[in-house]
């Protein structure tokens, strides 16, 4: 049973470009979650999608956006890149029918933008 | 503002002794929490969970305590051993929100020495 996978691994991209991550939830799921962690902090929500919408928002600007497709799996984009963008950013997915609210975690993707 | 907060960095302890981990919080709407662990390039791995009708919950050699009154939940990892050096955020959610949107202190290193 596969979990939760993310590509690429690592990018390198330089100011002002965009970039796309993508993530595909472990088998079962149907809810993703984003979040960006900076060196030394706890992972920050970026926003979650269901039903390929939208269904809740942290504190990020608009330069941050995402997708689900039908078969869950969720792409974040970011537009303009800043150097404060560089960031490990990390999916997580949940069967939001489950009782319990663990999300699974992929091992991130590593953004560094010089 | 730094809802969920870890105020120890780092903690030392020796293998086969007591390891706890403090958290506290400040949103008193959160009525569920949980603690992952994080080992370099890997994802999160969920560890265990509380919700805040009750007060104590147990894993095998995990134990999570939640003192709703305090605003304080704690990890007691019981014998620590060597394996379990990695980084500890506790989070906090709203289940009214489907819990996907967690909020994460800023981690503790745990180090367990043999």
């Known amino acids: 049973d596969a979990g939760v996978t993310q590509s690429p691994t690592h990018l390198i991209k330089t100011r002002g470009q965009q970039v796309t991550l993508r993530c595909s939830p472990k088998?079962?799921?149907?809810?993703v979650s984003w979040y960006q962690q900076a060196l030394g902090q706890g992972p920050q929500f970026i926003f979650q999608?269901?039903?390929?919408?939208?269904?809740q928002r942290g504190n990020f600007p608009d330069r941050f956006s995402g997708h689900q497709f039908p078969n869950y799996s969720s792409e974040l984009n970011v537009n303009a890149l800043l150097l404060g963008d560089s960031a490990l950013y990390l999916c997580?997915?949940?069967?939001?029918?489950?009782?319990?609210?663990?999300?699974?975690f992929g091992p991130g993707t590593r953004l560094t933008v010089t | 503002d730094q809802q969920v907060k870890q105020n120890s960095p780092s903690l030392s302890v020796q293998e086969g002794r007591i390891s706890i981990l403090n958290c506290d919080y400040t949103?008193?709407?959160?009525?569920?929490f949980l603690w992952y662990k994080k080992y370099p390039a890997e994802g999160p791995t969920f560890l265990i969970s509380?919700?805040?009708?009750?007060d104590k919950n147990e894993d095998g050699r995990f134990t999570v305590f939640l003192n709703k009154s305090a605003k304080h939940l704690s990890l007691h990892i019981v014998p620590s051993q060597p394996g379990d050096s990695a980084v500890y955020f506790c989070?906090?959610?709203?289940?009214?929100?489907?819990?996907?949107?967690?909020?994460f202190g800023e981690g503790t290193q745990l180090t367990v020495n043999p």
């Open positions: 989070a906090a959610t709203l289940r009214e929100t489907s819990g996907s949107r967690l909020t």
């Open positions: 509380i919700s805040s009708i009750k």
């Open positions: 949103n008193s709407m959160f009525d569920y």
């Open positions: 997580a997915s949940r069967d939001i029918r489950a009782s319990s609210y663990e999300q699974y």
């Open positions: 088998s079962g799921h149907d809810t």
């Open positions: 999608y269901y039903e390929e919408e939208e269904r």
